[in-house]
């Protein structure tokens, strides 16, 4: 599977936007980008996914580069139950396999 | 959105006995079920992968006399660790997928975890 990479943590104010960077340079063509979020002590959650076209939903939007080599995370509006590790990870058609790396963890200070 | 569950949430048992974790999609048929393993600060790790009515596979390393997984129906899957120890202490965590098989856009839906504790 092709491998991510992102920010150990990162930081934000209450109420402010979060950009999540991430990087995968040997995205193929066809990889899904998908993003899913662990809260302290949680079992993972679906957040959003996609392949080219930049993706919005109810809990955040993902905006995709053109090269596909990178994309972005975006939480518009952080709150303190957004505090978590959030997971990049790229999926091949076919592929049902979810490689967890490190990810990104959040902290939201009020 | 589609729900999981896992029970027990937290279990506690002495070294050498077996324990059972139950996993069910509550609202969706489960084609596919996914059984991860997490140590304290690190991230998740796959253990198995089960389709309904067939055995599961195995991560490289895992052993699968000791963590046999049973996936009987499309809304159940068991994972049981036998004779544990307790460096089996860990929190683990199971994941079901259903829709159609082979396509990247199917979503994983997680469940709470369950956390084991071996003394």
């Known amino acids: 599977d092709a491998k991510t990479t992102q920010p150990n943590s990162m930081e934000s104010n209450e109420e402010e936007p979060v950009h999540l960077p991430c990087n995968h340079s040997t995205i193929s063509g066809t990889d899904y980008i998908h993003w899913y979020r662990q809260l302290p002590s949680q079992g993972p959650e679906y957040v959003i996914h996609?392949?080219?076209s930049n993706v919005n939903n109810r809990m955040a939007s993902l905006a995709i580069a053109e090269d596909r080599k990178s994309s972005t995370l975006i939480l518009h509006r952080a709150t303190l139950r957004d505090a978590a590790v959030y997971y990049c990870?790229?999926?091949?058609?076919?592929?049902?396999?979810?490689?967890f790396g490190a990810g990104t963890t959040v902290t939201v200070r009020a | 959105g589609a729900v999981v569950s896992q029970h027990p949430s937290r279990v506690i048992c002495k070294s050498g006995t077996s324990v059972k974790i139950e996993c069910r999609s509550l609202?969706?048929?489960?084609?596919?079920m996914f059984w991860y393993r997490q140590f304290p600060k690190q991230s998740l790790m796959l253990m198995a992968t089960s389709n309904e009515g067939s055995k599961a596979t195995y991560e490289q390393g895992v052993e699968k006399d000791k963590f046999l997984i049973n996936h009987a129906s499309l809304t159940l899957s068991t994972l049981t660790v036998t004779s544990a120890h307790p460096e089996d202490s860990s929190f683990y965590i199971c994941?079901?997928?259903?829709?159609?098989?082979?396509?990247?856009?199917?979503?994983?839906?997680f469940g709470p975890g369950t956390r084991l504790t071996v003394l």
């Open positions: 996609g392949l080219t």
């Open positions: 994941s079901a997928q259903g829709g159609q098989r082979g396509f990247g856009t199917d979503t994983q839906y």
């Open positions: 990870i790229l999926r091949a058609p076919g592929g049902y396999k979810l490689s």
């Open positions: 609202d969706f048929q489960a084609t596919t």
